[in-house]
């Protein structure tokens, strides 16, 4: 096993950052600052990212993507929202139902282009939350259900398998994915378990192994897919919440921390670390749904 070192790459400002991704035709690296509401994006600037911009959306903002038309994706409260282009902003119908005091986490776009989000209790857990998939037509499947802690998601380099955290289950799983019908009845299998922190936020890198930020153990654990351990980035804060791959070469990764439930503390906590590990990442999947016309306008033109 190696350990590597990260280094604050921005100043210990975000109170949950989270959802990092390196946007590879603007050459930015992308972000959310959860509760605050805010989608950022900055520039690589050696060892830092410089020239930070914010959009607030108004709501949570639980993960960002970015969409093949140019815009942004967002995982708002309780519904997607689009960034287009031209910086308007258009929210869409609620897509978790029944389900109260919960909100959409962390998600990621699929190989197909797809949105697969998850959603978490924002009061005590009931171990009823959802892992969805939103078609870039607005079609909702329900992938996964009985998490306690919807969190990271990945997929594996020829995308013939999906990766889901259940944070508060301490647990990383695997399922068999493809670009067609999901089967709800086949189980999923625990990659890891028992973790020494909360798993949070996951990242996969292009030789397959898993990345996987560890809320309150100040780190990145890198993890075979069969489960071994194989290296660690330490990070000089307590709440490492997202890690991925940025830059020209996707071989530098960003890992984002937070501060929330924090008091006192003497670290960089809500600082966006980089670290040079030695691996290379698998660029960001794009959204295919419209961010200019989204599928929830055709919905209310076919209802008008």
């Known amino acids: ?23 590879d035709r603007a050459d930015l690296v992308r972000w959310v ?21 914010t959009v607030e959306i108004g709501q949570t ?36 139902g029944d389900h109260v005091d919960v909100r959409l986490n ?42 306690r802690l919807s969190n990271g998601i990945g997929f594996s380099p020829d995308g ?9 289950a301490n647990t990383v799983s695997s399922h068999l994915y493809g670009p067609g019908v999901f089967d709800v009845d086949e189980p999923w299998v625990v990659v890891l378990s028992d973790l020494p922190a909360y798993p949070d936020g996951l990242a996969v890198s292009a030789d397959g192994t898993l990345w996987v930020a560890q809320w309150g153990g100040s ?22 919440s997202c890690p991925a791959f940025v830059g020209p070469n996707l071989d530098i990764l960003a890992i984002t921390t937070a501060q929330e439930g924090l008091s006192d503390w003497t670290d960089a906590s809500g600082a966006i670390f980089l670290a040079h590990p030695g691996a290379v990442g698998l660029p960001a999947h794009r959204w295919l749904g419209s961010t200019t016309t989204p599928y929830w306008d055709d919905e209310r033109e076919a209802h008008a």
């Open 219 to 240: 780190s990145i654990r890198r993890h075979a897919p069969s489960g071994e351990l194989l290296d660690v980035v330490h990070v000089d804060a307590t709440q490492a």
């Open 1 to 23: 096993m190696t350990s590597f070192t990260s280094t604050a790459a921005t100043p210990a400002q975000y109170e949950l950052a989270e959802g990092i991704l390196w946007d």
């Open 106 to 147: 962390d998600g990621a776009v699929d190989p197909q282009g797809r949105f697969v989000v998850g959603s978490m209790a924002l009061g005590t857990e009931t171990g009823e939350e959802d892992l969805l998939r939103v078609s870039p037509n607005g079609a909702v499947e329900t992938l996964r259900t009985g998490i």
């Open 33 to 53: 600052d959860i509760w605050r509401g805010h989608v950022l994006s900055g520039r690589l600037d050696n060892a830092r990212i410089a020239g930070i911009r």
């Open 61 to 96: 903002a639980g993960a960002v993507a970015v969409a093949d038309d140019g815009g942004l994706l967002i995982a708002a409260a309780r519904g997607l929202a689009v960034i287009a282009p031209d910086g308007s902003i258009s929210y869409g119908p609620d897509i978790l």
């Open 160 to 168: 013939q398998t999906i990766y889901h955290v259940d944070t508060l």
